[in-house]
């Protein structure tokens, strides 16, 4: 394996193995050169969103890279959309600040932001037609979903013509989200890991330390292999040169069993996901 072996997604799109994740970095020369770095270190598979505000940089540094378009994978997400029509623009900004006559990926980033809260499967319902209707005019290759748990998964599979293919939720050993990541296998949609790295909490967990140690390897690259093992589709964020290119430089050795076993016994180490249906966003 390497970082451009890929996952086939249920519609026969393949999806590169780790993603380069950008949220919390900031627009500008801040996300521009992460990217650039990304790119250089053999990351095809770049993960952005409307939310993030930082499309445009990102769009800059994939134009710079002279990467073919084909060679690369690109996802974005729908944020305070509520309507057909909203959606259908926000594909157009996206499209347009990314540079791109497509993006691979296309998610809804959030089942119920607060504002639409009582009405979700309405606006849900509503704005995946509009992401429907970009697959088919071409501007989207496929389409899912992000931070979603079976509750709101359910009714929006009732209604899609096109399946979501792809559910990115936090997952790290901290927390595996068990339960959603076997409803997604039911349901052919591919689990991609946000904060695989617990934004940074993972680093303080003395297990990981230890097995760091034993395998001569960072902590990061232990728990991006852990990712791996496990079948998941990490999206490491950095904004450090050096450790954006260690965190693909993991391929080179195994987990034992036992090992990947004890991974997965840290739940609650290093912080939980939030529940959607309670943020105060
Ligand atoms: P930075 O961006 O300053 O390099 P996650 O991917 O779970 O969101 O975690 C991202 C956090 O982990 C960021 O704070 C990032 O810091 C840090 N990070 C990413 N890769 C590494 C690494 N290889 N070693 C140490 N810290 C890292």
Redesign the pocket.
Known sequence: MSVTHTYTLANGYKIPVVGF?T???KDGEEAYN?VKWALESGYRHIDTAEAYGNEDSIGRAIKDSGIARKDLFITTKLWGTNSYEEASAALEKSLKDLQVDYVDLFLIHWPNPKAFRPDFVTRNANIWKAMEDGVKAGKVHSIGVSNFHERHLLPLLEVAEIKPVVNQILV?PSDQQLGIVEFNKAHDILTEA??????????GVKELQDLAKKYGK????IVLNWQLEKGYL???????A???A??VDIFDFKLEAGDVEQIDGLHGKAGLAKNPDEVDF
């Open positions: 994740g949220w919390q970095s992460s790290n946000y904060s695989p790295l617990g934004t940074g909490k993972i680093f960072s902590v990061a690259q990490p999206l490491p964020k950095s904004i450090h050096e450790r954006i260690q965190n």
